[in-house]
C-alpha cells in the first residue's frame, strides 16, 4: 500500500453517504446544508451523528434550536442538493432559491425536504468539538421513507452526487 492524504481516503471510500441537513432558526429562516459525515451512532434510543464544519451556518442554528431534520433526497434533486453545499445560508435562501419543497415535521420545527428516500427528525441529545468541526448528537424523534425513491450518494469523493443500481 502506498502513503495518502485523508482527501485520497476519503476518495477512496466513495461513494460517501449524503443527506440535507435542513435547520430553521428562531427567525423563522429555513436554510439546507449538504451532508455526507453522518453515521447512525445508536439503535436504543434510535440516534444519529453529524459533523458540520465550524465555519458554517448550520452548525450555530443547531446549537440555537436543538433540532434538525435530515433528508436523504432521491434521484431527482440530484442539481438542487448538491447546490446546497457550495454557498452558505449565513448569506443565501437556499430553502427558496433552488427550488427544494418542504412538508413540516411531526416532532421538529424544520422541515422534512419533500422528494427524499428517507428523512429523520433529530433533537439534539449532545455535542463534541472535533478539530474545525463539530459534532452533533441527536436522538431521532421520527422516521419517515418513500420506498419508491432512489437515495443519492456522494462520489469522488463529495465532488458528484450518484444514485446507484444494485447488481446481485
Ligand atoms: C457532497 C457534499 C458533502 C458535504 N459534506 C459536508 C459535511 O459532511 N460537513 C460539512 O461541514 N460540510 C459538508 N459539505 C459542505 C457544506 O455543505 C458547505 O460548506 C455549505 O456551504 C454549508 O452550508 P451552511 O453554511 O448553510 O451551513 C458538503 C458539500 C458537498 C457538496
Request: charged residues 25%; negative net charge.
Amino acid at each position: 500500500m502506498e502513503k495518502v492524504s485523508i482527501n485520497e481516503a476519503q476518495k477512496i471510500t466513495s461513494p460517501n453517504p449524503f443527506a440535507l441537513v435542513t435547520t430553521k432558526n428562531t427567525d423563522g429562516k429555513v436554510n439546507v446544508m449538504a451532508l455526507s459525515w453522518w453515521t447512525y451512532a445508536s439503535n436504543h434510543p434510535a440516534t444519529v451523528a453529524i459533523c458540520t464544519s465550524d465555519r458554517g451556518f448550520t452548525g450555530g442554528v443547531i446549537k440555537e434550536t436543538g433540532e434538525f431534520t435530515l433528508s436523504m433526497p432521491g434521484e431527482s434533486l440530484r442539481e438542487q442538493a448538491f447546490m446546497c453545499g457550495t454557498c452558505s445560508g449565513r448569506d443565501r435562501d437556499k430553502a427558496g432559491e433552488f427550488g427544494l419543497e418542504f412538508e413540516d415535521s411531526e416532532t421538529v420545527g424544520a422541515p422534512r425536504v419533500k422528494d427524499s428516500a428517507l428523512a429523520l427528525e433529530c433533537k439534539l441529545t449532545g455535542s463534541v468539538p472535533v478539530g474545525d468541526h463539530t459534532m452533533y448528537i441527536a436522538e431521532v424523534t421520527a422516521v419517515f421513507a418513500d420506498r419508491e425513491k432512489r437515495p443519492v450518494f456522494a462520489a469522488e469523493g463529495y465532488r458528484k452526487l450518484r444514485a446507484f443500481e444494485v447488481i446481485e
